[in-house]
């Protein structure tokens, strides 16, 4: 039966299967292919029997035994044209497909499978329309062609002599890699409209998925002939100067490395080492990436000052004199620095001390660092620690990563190019810790003097001696801290300072300065005294003197410009002129930096019952704190506002406990609570406030509103109280003393124990302020109540 002469016509047939792995037949297809199941060999032996026509379809998977579902049911009929039996009992088929046909039933017998088929009508009419679409479809072929090459001119040739639409499509599927299923959605469609629309989407997204990776495999090629190039000429450059005999044969430069390592003359330990990868790099190629991996490594180890020291200031007088050319006070860190400078004089090999300056803001304990580096003679390193959350910034990556390299503290070494720096640690209390592990614990090792002679970064795998260096931290708090962190440290406080501090800050050094910077040096600019207290009482409220030098430089830049305009440049056309001069009163101050910024702390001129003035810490200086208690009817609330703390709100509680224990001894009915309610707030409700050394401020305005006794008047107090009525002692004194000066209190009750912290307050406070200490909330409440209930 001649399947091709059946045109026009629609018929049934029952053909034996053939299941075919990953191979789509299309009509006009001479196809080799093996078969080794028994199954397909039945159904081959069964074809060439009679009529040597099978039914070939693709397997959707690659299964060794394919059922009804494993098989697509679109394929074509196939003549066989050459069988040829293998001694391995498979046998060779050459096939031509005929046509398409989609299974209608699977029949199965004994040996072999069969299929009851539906050969749809061959149609081979054209229009219009199927001759554009045959158009596009050559266009499309032709230029898939071109990116590849295997195709034959005579597959070429016969594509281009199609006679009609389904031809085309069937030589063109035959021809183009391209998937399975891709192959049987043009095969099943009968539409021969549809195929050619199919067929033309299919070739140009394949021309443009070729047209990429052309262009990719040609950037790629010439990048490695460029290599090859490169490595060629490198070997011949090579071998010419050999022949020369010219030594030019250290492509890597390893010589050059082993003589700068040399010099450096580092521990024995480290020669070994990198004598150990010098080897190493000799044998690789050059341009290997592990070349470039332990070029850089040992040029690290080359660039490390291992020996190089700078030589120390031994005079103390000069060192005293530079310290207090660069700040003003500040007399514990300094006599430190001067203590260290008298026993290195005693003992050369001493260790580098490990200093921490707490202090608020604007203090100036990152710049007395620089100073202290100044009067020692030594280098000065500086890296913030603000939001560092890595421990590797602070002990490098292992070289073996990409773009590894040591941490922060060898890289800052190797600029500072001597082993004794100056080490400032800036903002130690801002450091994070996440999933990328805890710089705190790192920094134990370095800021153990203990430890810290054989400190190993993680790049380099080798120890180096950080003893010799003297590291500054700075902080505006220990309590964020660590504990270990903070016992390795020697903790310096440099507390804020008075208003006279300032003024003697800013006459010496900020107003000359700002004269300097903002090029007015030529000129005569007066600050009158006056004027900078009103600065520093009215424009500004800090601890520090930060703020203090921006106001000042903005005075300093408006008296700039009026002389530009005046018509001063500070070059030779000014002379003859009249020299210019500027001074700053009170009267004058707010033309050049307009109103006052703040008005003081709130404090409440007349006592009145219910109100104290307490004392409180901040990370700015110390603020005054007014504590303000209200009774009400009710049922024995403790009403708190003011956004209190956990700890601050147990303090009132203790205090109205401890009323209610001796109210006999007030004149307080026992059961005064039971129809009132207490209501405290602390102004400012913002800003969030907590702490146990309020306990006297609240437990006084509370008393003073049961009995209805206004307290001393202009009196504040700072002090944490207990149960059984002592009062304990507080931190930040000096701060909170400086408030209470600054806000012109004339007493102040403090603890007892803090009577000792007293000392370390300026002359001018001292002189005053009334100081009372109590150990006891009755000896406080005596001073507080002079007039009243207790004696």
């Given amino acids: 039966m001649n399947l091709k002469n059946m045109q026009g016509k629609t018929n049934k047939l029952e053909l034996p299967l053939v299941p075919l792995r990953e191979l789509v037949v299309f009509p006009h297809m001479v196809v080799p292919f093996f078969a080794g199941r028994p199954a397909s060999i039945k159904a081959i032996e069964e074809a060439m029997a009679r009529d040597r026509i099978v039914f070939l379809a693709c397997q959707k998977t690659n299964t060794e035994s394919p059922t009804e579902n494993d098989i697509y ?312 620690l603000g939001g560092v959350r890595d421990e590797a910034e602070i002990r490098g990556h292992r070289k073996t990563y990409v773009g590894a390299l040591p941490g922060k503290i060898l890289q800052s070494l190797k600029k500072a190019g001597t082993t004794n720096p100056v080490f400032l640690l800036d903002e130690i209390d801002k450091m994070n810790s996440d999933f990328k592990g805890d710089p705190s614990s790192a920094l134990l090792e370095v800021l153990d003097p203990e430890q810290n002679s054989t400190f190993v970064d993680h790049y380099l795998e080798l120890p180096y001696d950080l003893s010799k260096v003297m590291f500054i931290t700075t902080a505006n708090s220990v309590s964020s801290i660590p504990l270990p962190l903070r016992d390795r440290m020697e903790v310096i406080e440099t507390p804020g300072y008075t208003d006279l501090e300032k003024e003697k800050i800013a006459s010496s050094f900020i107003i000359p300065k700002q004269i300097k910077e903002n090029g007015l040096d030529w000129a005569t600019i007066k600050f009158q005294k006056t004027a900078i207290l009103d600065i520093i009482r009215n424009y500004t409220m800090e601890s520090g003197v930060r703020n203090l030098e921006r106001e000042i430089g903005a005075v300093v830049r408006k008296i700039a410009r009026k002389a530009v305009t005046e018509g001063y440049t500070n070059s030779a056309s000014d002379e003859g002129k009249k020299e210019f001069k500027a001074t700053i009163s009170t009267k004058n101050l707010h033309t050049f930096i307009g109103n006052e910024k703040f008005n003081g702390d709130l404090v409440y001129n007349k006592p009145r019952p219910g109100l104290a003035h307490g004392l409180a810490w901040t990370e700015m200086g110390g603020r005054l704190l007014p504590v303000e208690v209200a009774l009400l009817k009710g049922s024995g609330k403790l009403i708190l506002t003011g956004s209190l703390g956990d700890v601050m709100k147990e303090s009132a509680q203790i205090g109205l406990s401890f009323i209610r224990a001796h109210n006999e001894e007030f004149g307080i009915d026992a059961d005064f609570q039971k129809e009132i309610d207490i209501h405290i707030h602390v102004p400012h409700g913002a800003i969030p406030k907590d702490g146990p050394s309020a306990g006297i401020s609240l437990s006084s305005a509370m008393l003073s509103a049961l009995t209805k006794k206004p307290i001393l008047e202009h009196t504040a107090m700072t002090g944490e109280i207990t149960l059984t009525g002592r009062v304990l002692a507080i931190g930040g004194v000096k701060e909170k003393v400086l408030a209470a000066y600054r806000n012109n209190m004339t007493t102040v009750l403090l603890p007892a124990e803090n009577m000792k912290d007293i000392e370390e307050l300026p002359k001018e406070v001292k002189g005053k302020i009334n100081f009372v200490f109590a150990s006891s909330v009755k000896e406080a409440l005596i001073t507080l109540f002079p007039d009243s209930f207790l004696s």
């Fill in 73 to 384: 049911t679109s394929g074509v009929t196939a003549k066989i044209l050459q069988m040829l039996k293998l001694p391995d009992g498979t046998v060779r088929i050459l096939a031509e497909g005929q046509r398409r046909g989609k299974i209608l039933r699977f029949i199965k017998r004994k040996e072999s499978m069969h299929v009851s088929i539906h050969l749809p009508t061959e149609n081979r009419e054209t229009n219009s329309t199927l001759t554009a679409l045959m158009l596009t479809s050559r266009q499309a072929f032709l230029r898939y062609t071109k990116f590849q090459k295997k195709i034959s001119k005579d597959i070429v040739e016969s594509i281009e002599n199609a006679e009609y639409p389904e031809k085309l499509v069937d030589l063109i599927t035959a021809n183009v890699n391209i998937k399975p299923d891709k192959k049987i959605e043009i095969l099943k469609t009968e539409d021969i409209e549809e195929s050619l629309e199919t067929l033309s989407i299919i070739l140009e997204a394949e021309n443009e998925v070729l047209s990429i990776q052309n262009k990719i495999n040609s950037k790629v090629q010439k990048k490695l002939e460029k290599n090859q190039k490169e490595y060629f000429l490198n070997e011949q450059i090579r071998q010419i100067n050999k022949e020369l005999g010219k030594n030019d044969d250290d492509q890597s430069e390893a010589e050059d490395l082993r003589k700068r390592i040399q010099l450096k003359n580092p521990p024995q330990e480290v020669l070994e080492k990198s004598e150990k990868e010098l080897k190493r790099l000799e044998k690789l190629q050059a341009m290997s990436p592990e070349s470039g991996v332990l070029r850089t490594y040992l040029e690290w180890i080359a660039d490390l000052p291992w020996s190089t020291q700078s030589k120390d200031n031994h005079d103390i007088k000069l060192a005293e004199k530079i310290l207090n050319e660069d700040h003003f006070d500040m007399i514990k860190p300094k006599e430190r620095v001067l203590d260290f400078i008298a026993v290195h004089q005693l003992k050369e090999s001493m260790k580098g001390p490990i200093l921490c300056f707490v202090g608020p803001p604007g203090t100036g304990k990152t710049s007395l660092g620089r100073s202290v580096a100044r009067a020692l003679n030594r280098e000065f390193i500086r890296i913030s």
